[in-house]
Structure formats: structure tokens, C-alpha cells
């Protein structure tokens, strides 16, 4: 499974503190995201992200992620 979460780096929750320790990332590398064990900080291309991800999210068909919907389009 592909989970994706999203938090707020100045929230004041105590798990959130600790994750942001575990992973080493400070405010000054954001965006940031955690794929596995290893954190990725600074704004990434879409190709960079897909290649930090295991083979089976991608569909290398239409070289996208699988099972993503794109928002804009509605």
C-alpha cells in the first residue's frame, strides 16, 4: 500500500516532533517526505519522486503513479 500524509511542520504534536527528529528534516529543506526509511527535503521534479518510489506504484505504461487522479481534471 501507498499511503500519502500530509502535516503541519509548526503543529505541536508530540508525534509529529518526534518524526520530524527520527528523519532529521528542519524547516529550512521543505517540502519534505519520507519514502521508506530515507527523507527527501526541497521541492522535487515528478520524475525524481517516481524514482524514489518502488517499482510496482508506477505504471510504466503512462509513466505515472498508479491509481493517481489528477485534480485539475474534472
Excluded: C, W
Amino acid at each position: 500500500d501507498l499511503r500519502v500524509y500530509s502535516f503541519d511542520y509548526n503543529s505541536n504534536i508530540s508525534a509529529i516532533k518526534t518524526l520530524l527528529s527520527l528523519f532529521k528534516i528542519k524547516d529550512t529543506f521543505l517540502p519534505a517526505m519520507v519514502v521508506g526509511d530515507k527523507s527527501y527535503s526541497g521541492f522535487q521534479s515528478v520524475e525524481s519522486i517516481e524514482s524514489y518510489l518502488p517499482k510496482k506504484f508506477i505504471d510504466t505504461h503512462n509513466n505515472s503513479l498508479k491509481g493517481s487522479k489528477d485534480i485539475n481534471k474534472q
